[in-house]
């Protein structure tokens, strides 16, 4: 039963209240739109089905289709390993306790870094070149559709009209492309590949299939030789007209429509086993999907997306002026405040992506998705997991995309297994650990820099995301055959690795030799360190409980937690960033890592820890409104949290940018990193719902910039999903779903009501008079 204090209206009801937002599709108002194609790659528009990804230029005269695949890296199964790297570690913390930071990071540099020093790099496969015999284009138009995951592209050339339409399917693990013309044998084109990797070679596999074959190309800096072997295959048909295909391309003359299939595979199996072939995987693929028509495989396509996408959706209100601008021309307008729309699709655009970049069997998104062009992307493109692999998962559970994260949890499951032999290796303890990247091979080690490369916690926090299936779906299964057992051999490392610091009165365990990303060097005991850990040993234990099982580990961790060096308050009314009161109030760094615990942890709260709370505030104001395009994101989410709905649209306002956000909607660090699209949704999301803090709460940042609007389908922590309406500015009505959950408290205005509700049952909301 519910207490009421006359703050809610609450009846139980069968189906959703009626709500702005819906699921229903649009024309044009949740499509990126241009009047002219793409002239550099981050215009081109985006598909995607997890293990493939294509940019898609919309050239009239000679089209380019620049694709990928999730398997292709630089170097070979690898462990990175320095079996000697725990000897000096005594050594290393003697000489951080002494204050000689200088002497304990050149040491390390000698003795304690990764082997070789850098990882491995995510690989462009290559491009297919479309050469058309055609006048000069004129009524030009392209687009991504976000509600079917289609590409398109239209144009008049002489008296004919041409189409184009492209999407990544992932029943069929095929990109499929279809150009049409309404002028009967009007289509003529060539078409050939290309690849930047130096191996490689074009054939004629049969009278419909060119095949592209090559291995990949040695690092620029030859940190190890690369081992991997690849082939891509475009099979083509149509209608009218004639296909010829030879070791040149593929030739087509007077169709009246034509339809491609391309897919690609590697002879990546796994981190550790190169031996596939990728010739039979490609024949497999098209095999099977050459059976379906072109109208068959864009149903089967349509219906596995929007089986996800149509989970969630979001109205502010739009303006009809600006719908119609070029989605590029919009971002320039963001700013003015007069499209709120933009927002929206900026929001819906970040779920698209990681639907089109991270799928069951996928490897999981890296920095830029699952799409490169370059053969040296800027931080090779790999899984930086001291902010950005995470922040690309924030909106998994939030926005009612579960299945996406499951990469995620590959990847964290094979970290565990290398992160293993670097636990014993470079700390001599059990469990295991992962520095701040990782790559293709799962590396676990230190890299690049002592000064920001030993950084013990990455695993921790991916853990986080082990723990939020469970807290948002009550997976018990899950929990108990997938999360724990990785959780609780992480925790294993700290309960080892933290030491007592000599220099505090009641023997506090803090972490080190390790740094606050990244800056201030290589320390001890920075704070987000802490925090990661409080919270990896916090969760271990409720999961214990929940599983009834290791009481005696339970019990250890919560001894320790309570050892574990407290969150502290500075001589600037700021959160400290390190043991010591050194923060620097005018630091502008793109990094707030002192603030974790605000966002995406939860131990600090305005209810909780309400002096914390305004320390976090302080120290967030000193880092300022600026940053790189994922900074950005992050302040998003930690004004959310801080519910101050006004300065998380202001972030926002920043990020959506020409300065943060490329033409084609892609963030920018700059470069171009995808995590900023993701932890934007996040924000979003977290501006209109929150619930770590032990309660549902209702548009705890509502922006001035909203006042009317209505979200559908976003997910709360104990199993449900809520739908909220809102009307100048203030809660209109909402329906929590119970997805598994069985109670839990709602919280609106700082007034909480406690609902009990049973599985499959929904509670309608609406604000009493």
């Known amino acids: 039963m519910m207490t009421s204090k006359g703050l809610f209206l609450m009846m139980t009801v069968s189906s959703t209240l009626s709500l702005h937002a819906t699921a229903e599709h649009s024309d044009t108002h949740w499509r990126l739109h241009y009047q002219k194609p793409a002239s550099q790659w981050v215009e081109a528009l985006p598909v995607g089905n997890g293990s493939l990804g294509a940019m898609v230029f919309g050239v009239p005269v000679e089209e380019r289709i620049q694709f990928n695949l999730d398997t292709l890296w630089t170097g070979h199964p690898h462990d990175y390993q320095n079996v000697d790297a725990h000897k000096v570690l005594p050594e290393l913390r003697r000489l951080l306790f002494e204050d000689k930071q200088r002497d304990a990071e050149r040491l390390a540099m000698k003795e304690f870094m990764s082997k070789p020093l850098r990882q491995n790099a995510y690989q462009p496969f290559g491009d297919l070149h479309i050469q058309f015999n055609a006048a000069p284009a004129t009524d030009y138009k392209r687009w991504l559709d976000l509600e079917t995951a289609l590409a398109g592209v239209s144009y008049t050339a002489g008296d004919a009209v041409f189409m184009r339409e492209l999407f990544a399917s992932y029943p069929d693990n095929v990109i499929v492309m279809r150009f049409t013309t309404n002028t009967p044998g009007a289509l003529s084109f060539d078409l050939s590949f290309d690849s930047p990797h130096e191996k490689h070679r074009q054939r004629a596999v049969d009278a419909a299939t060119l095949s592209l074959q090559g291995k990949i190309t040695n690092m620029a800096d030859a940190r190890m030789p690369s081992a991997l072997e690849f082939e891509a295959r475009v099979m083509a048909t149509c209608t009218g ?50 059976h379906f028509s072109y109208d068959e495989l864009k149903k089967r396509h349509v219906e596995d997306y929007q089986a996800l996408y149509d989970r969630v959706a979001l109205d502010l209100g739009s303006n009809p002026e600006t719908l119609q601008l070029d989605t590029d021309e919009r971002i320039k307008r963001f700013k003015e405040g007069d499209d709120p729309h933009l927002a929206a699709l900026f929001f819906q655009f970040g779920r698209y992506l990681l639907i089109a970049s991270s799928r069951p069997g996928s490897q999981a998104a890296n920095l830029q998705g699952v799409w490169n062009e370059e053969l040296l992307p ?143 060097g290589l320390v001890m005991g920075p704070t987000m360190d802490h925090q990661i850990i409080r919270d990896l040993f916090a969760n271990c234990i409720e999961a214990s409980k929940i599983l009834d099982i290791d009481q005696d580990f339970r019990a250890k961790l919560q001894e320790m937690r309570g050892r574990i060096a407290p969150n502290q308050i500075g001589q600037h009314g700021q959160l400290q960033e390190w043991l010591e009161d050194k923060d620097d109030p005018n630091e502008k760094h793109r990094h707030v890592s002192h603030l974790w615990g605000l966002h995406p942890g939860n131990e600090i709260t305005k209810e909780g820890t309400p002096e914390l709370f305004d320390a976090a505030r302080q120290s967030l104001l000193f880092r300022g409104d600026g940053g790189t395009g994922w900074s950005m994101a992050w302040k998003i989410n930690f004004w959310a949290r801080l519910r101050d709905g006004n300065h998380a649209h202001t972030m926002l306002s920043n990020q959506l940018t020409p300065e943060r956000t490329l033409p084609n909607l892609f963030c920018t660090h700059p470069p171009f990193q995808i995590d900023g699209n993701f932890g934007a949704v996040s924000g979003i999301a977290e501006m209109l719902l929150q619930s770590h803090a032990g309660f549902i709460e209702l548009l705890p940042a509502l922006p001035d910039a909203w006042p009317n609007g209505s979200v559908k389908g976003l997910r709360a922590r104990g199993g449900f999903e809520v739908d909220i309406a809102w009307k100048e500015g203030k809660l209109a009505n909402a329906a929590i779903h119970s997805i598994g959950g069985e109670k839990c408290d709602v919280r609106y205005q700082g007034e909480i009501e406690t609902i009990a509700i049973r599985d499959g049952e929904t509670w309608g909301v609406s604000l009493g008079q």
């Open 378 to 520: 800027s931080w090779d493109s790999k899984y930086t997991v001291n902010i950005n692999t995470e922040m690309n998962y924030w909106p998994a559970e939030l926005t009612n995309l579960s299945e996406c994260h499951e990469p995620l949890f590959d990847l964290i499951a094979e970290c565990a297994t290398t992160g293993a032999a670097t636990a014993k290796n470079f700390y001599d303890c059990d469990g295991w650990v992962l520095h701040h990247n990782t790559d293709g091979w799962r590396g676990a080690a230190p890299i690049n820099h002592a000064n920001h490369g030993i950084w013990v916690t990455g695993g921790a926090w991916l853990c986080q995301h082990l723990w939020w299936r469970y807290e948002f779906t009550l997976d018990k299964d899950f929990l108990a055959n997938r999360a724990y057992p990785i959780m609780k051999q992480a925790a294993r490392f700290f309960t080892e690795y933290l030491v007592e610091d000599p220099r505090s009165k009641d023997k506090q365990l803090i972490s080190g030799p390790s740094n606050s990303p990244e800056i201030g």
């Open 241 to 290: 007209g004639n296909i010829v295909v030879d070791d040149e391309g593929i030739h087509v003359t007077n169709a009246d429509s034509v339809v491609l299939l391309l897919t690609g595979a590697s002879s990546y199996n796994t981190y550790n086993d190169i031996s596939g072939n990728p010739v039979e995987r490609n024949d497999a693929v098209l095999e099977a999907a050459k």
